[in-house]
């Protein structure tokens, strides 16, 4: 699975992204920008497969931290030290699920193709470019979920609504 979630990694050249002459896709990039989370997409590090296997392996969540060992040495990664590691706000929406319902039904029709109502799970072409890609960044980069990325989740919708709502 580890090797999945290597493969599957998506990161994010900033610099080239916001000089495209894409307005939608520009827009897109600067709502993660201004989100936090050019810091987390955008870090570029080795990453040793056997050693991420092995964590992976090992890791489990208490009392908020990430515990694991990594070649017998004990691991404890805290929420703090994972958001300033990657430069993520720890402020403000908790809970995916609290993303307010005004941003949800007007991001049903921002992010359409078409211009028409989506659901909020829906297949990855029925959206905008921007937003398609914006849909494989979180779900490789964030959720980190192997397999087929054609079908945009509930939970994917809404984080991509939290993050467009942040530039508003």
Known sequence: MASSLIRNTNQVHFASVL???????????E?????????FLGCMSDIFETTLV?????????????????????????????????????????????????LVFDARTDFSFTGEQLTTS????????????????LAKSVTVKAGSFDVVTHERFLMMTAILGVCL
């Open 19 to 29: 000089a495209m002459n894409n307005g939608g896709m520009v827009a897109m990039f």
């Open 31 to 39: 709502a993660l920008v201004a989100s936090g989370m050019n810091g």
């Open 54 to 102: 092995e964590f992976y392996q090992n890791a489990s969540v208490r009392d908020g931290k990430v515990i694991s060992t990594v070649q017998g040495k004990l691991v404890e990664i805290s929420e703090e030290v994972f958001s300033r590691n990657f430069q993520l706000p720890v402020e403000g929406l908790t809970d995916i699920n609290e993303v307010p319902k005004d």
């Open 122 to 137: 829906c297949k990855k072409r029925e959206l905008k470019i921007e937003f398609r890609l914006l849909s494989d960044i």
